[in-house]
């Protein structure tokens, strides 16, 4: 299959010419029809296959031919979790509409309104909007919604796992019924299915891979170890010259701010992103180390959602997630755009029932790495029972998600 074969306009072939791309991937190949159909869409997909330009192209399309005078201000809404993500996929939009003459802005919260506000006094076709400030915007006026006519959520699970739940509700209900709906998850939860029944028409289901299954090119491997070793077993490990670009998984904003300090006290270039680094900070952070000027970026979940680094090759879970689905949304970081990947897992005595409720979504034994210096090898049997203490407050906090609740991730 090639672009060619997807009814594309020309001003789209021309900017695809531009890429590196040669074919369209799968999601690409089933979602531009079908959008393009205008139809709702909902579509399961990870990061990394390819999903912006799914929705990105053929919405191009349809804005642009629609005859220039039916042209309303704000068309199209595309609904993203996180700042980061924001910037790509406006810039995505910039590439592959840059024979055409659409107008997109990106708002996201974090850095003054003022300039967003003065950027929306002027035509714009595609809005790219953060759930928090896309919310502040409308309740100051600043913009209308009424005539968006294309809405996308991208990556609407990690929206609703920020807690954007609301936020997303409010703002639906300023659209009129009369739009197409096209939502992108990488996984379906139940609180997905729920949204998509009352969101979606008749949608056209897609899926590229089945919901959560871990990327295949992805090498996985778990380190067991004690809690204490967590910062010597990172160092032994980044000592390893195939680790390059390495992006390190923190469950806190405080955790990434001492795994970074750790990493830089002993000469290892870290930075760290998370919500209490300004926009600017995290700007700066992902552009040295896409540059490599950095080996290490320390990151929380919410903060790392949406990085687009092609050429990164390991990612590390210092800390296991509560949540299993975001085990995969953090391996999927590595793994990209063909590229094999590694993904290690540190896990420590209290993680067990973490790694089981992973272990059971992925459908997988994730291969345990034996006898490294820090190794418990007691851990290695599923039948682990913690020792002493550890043993009581297990049972206190019997199930891993209830327990897992108190971790919640913070911005
Ligand atoms: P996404 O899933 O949208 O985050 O895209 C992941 C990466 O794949 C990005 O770096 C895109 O530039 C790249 N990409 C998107 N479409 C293609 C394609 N058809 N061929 C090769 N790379 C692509």
New binding site residues.
Partial sequence: MS?NNLQLIAPLLKA?GD???????P??EKSIPVILQKRDVLVC??????????FALPLLQLLSIQETTKRTNCQALILVPTRELAL?VAE?FT?YGKYLSLKHLAIFGGVSQHSQVKALRQKVDVLIATPGRLLDLLEQRCLSLSDIQYLVLDEADRMLDMGFVNDVRKILSRLSDQRQTILFSATMPPQIQQLTNTLLNQPVKIAVTPPATTVERIQQLLYYTEKRHKPSLLLQLLKDEGMQTVLVFSRTKHGADRITQNLTSAGIKAAAIHGNKSQAARQTALLNFKKGTIKVLVATDIAAR?I?I?QMGHVINYELPNEPETYVHRIGRTG???KNGVAISFCDYEEKLYLRDIQKLISKTIPVVKDHAFDVPLMHGNDFKQPGSLQILHQSGRSGKRKGRLFMQQM
């Fill in positions: 672009f695809l890429t590196s791309y040669t074919a369209p991937t999601v690409q997909a990870q990061t990394g296959t390819g999903k912006t330009a799914s790509q995505s590439i949406g687009d092609d990209r755009a063909g």
